[in-house]
């Protein structure tokens, strides 16, 4: 069993819709990344965090320590936000290593 | 800035030629790292390093080696290339453990 599932695999949406993407992790972990990979390959960072909730524009990223879950938001998708979305944790002890999860492939259509 | 910058974008090798991809950054970050991304897979960590003159294995290091001689590059050195070294490679960089950011990788064909 991978350290990092990701649900689900792939995701089509329609313009306007929220989407929900979710990552459960199966060690403990000092920070969880969501990273956002472009069509053409490039990848971004979207938000690195241990607790709580961040908030960036329509994109919206939580984390639930005690369930090891954490999801991804996006209100009002727009095809511009068709993707693979990529969850990844550094697991305590002092590691610098990410693992990462295989990614959720978001299509939105207009 | 540049950013992190990776050469070359694409190459193809033959079986038993060596390579070196090389990566650099311009954001004065002290952590570097390399990964691959496999078809389907998530990406993997190679090697990473905390620092000039300090470097240490990831999840897949075999037959691959590097080295950091300065601050700002952190090059890959595929000795040996064999088909399992198929891949795309990213280099990525971060000030000491926050958010990285990712070169615009290699995509690496061994025949």
């Keep these: 069993k991978n350290e990092v599932e990701q649900?689900?695999?792939?995701?089509?949406?329609?313009?306007?819709?929220?989407?929900?993407?979710?990552c459960s992790y199966s060690v403990g972990?000092?920070?969880?990344?969501?990273?956002?990979?472009?069509?053409?390959?490039?990848?971004?960072?979207?938000?690195?965090?241990?607790s709580?909730?961040?908030?960036?524009?329509?994109?919206?990223?939580?984390?639930?320590?005690?369930?090891?879950?954490?999801?991804?938001?996006?209100?009002?998708?727009?095809?511009?936000?068709?993707?693979?979305?990529i969850c990844a944790v550094r697991s305590t002890?002092?590691?610098?290593?990410?693992?990462?999860?295989?990614?959720?492939?978001?299509?939105?259509n207009p | 800035n540049a950013g992190v910058t990776q050469t070359?974008?694409?190459?193809?090798?033959?079986?038993?030629?060596?390579?070196?991809?090389?990566?650099?950054?311009?954001?004065?970050?002290?952590?570097?790292y390399w990964y691959r991304q496999d078809p389907g897979m998530g990406l993997k960590l190679i090697y990473y390093s905390v620092g000039a003159g300090i470097t240490d294995k990831g999840e897949v290091p075999n037959g691959y080696n590097v080295s950091r001689s300065t601050t700002e590059d952190f090059p890959l050195r595929l000795e040996l290339a064999a088909p399992s070294q198929t891949s795309v490679y990213f280099c990525a960089s971060s000030y000491e453990?926050?958010?990285?950011?990712?070169?615009?990788?290699?995509?690496?064909?061994?025949t």
């Excluded at chain 1, 649900?7 to 979710?22: K, R, Y």
């Design chain 1, 52 to 85: 709580g909730k961040k908030k960036h524009g329509r994109l919206i990223a939580t984390i639930n320590i005690q369930e090891k879950h954490s999801s991804l938001h996006i209100t009002a998708s727009h095809p511009r936000d068709s993707a693979v979305y």
């Design chain 1, 7 to 22: 649900s689900p695999q792939n995701l089509t949406a329609q313009e306007g819709e929220f989407i929900t993407i979710n």
């Design chain 2, 8 to 32: 070359p974008k694409f190459r193809i090798l033959k079986i038993g030629q060596s390579m070196t991809l090389q990566c650099a950054q311009d954001m004065n970050h002290n952590y570097m």
């Design chain 2, 97 to 110: 453990s926050r958010e990285q950011y990712f070169g615009p990788g290699t995509r690496l064909t061994v």
């Design chain 1, 29 to 50: 972990i000092s920070a969880l990344h969501w990273l956002q990979q472009h069509p053409g390959g490039g990848i971004v960072s979207l938000f690195m965090l241990s």
């Design chain 1, 93 to 108: 002890g002092g590691s610098e290593k990410l693992v990462f999860g295989k990614g959720t492939k978001l299509t939105v």
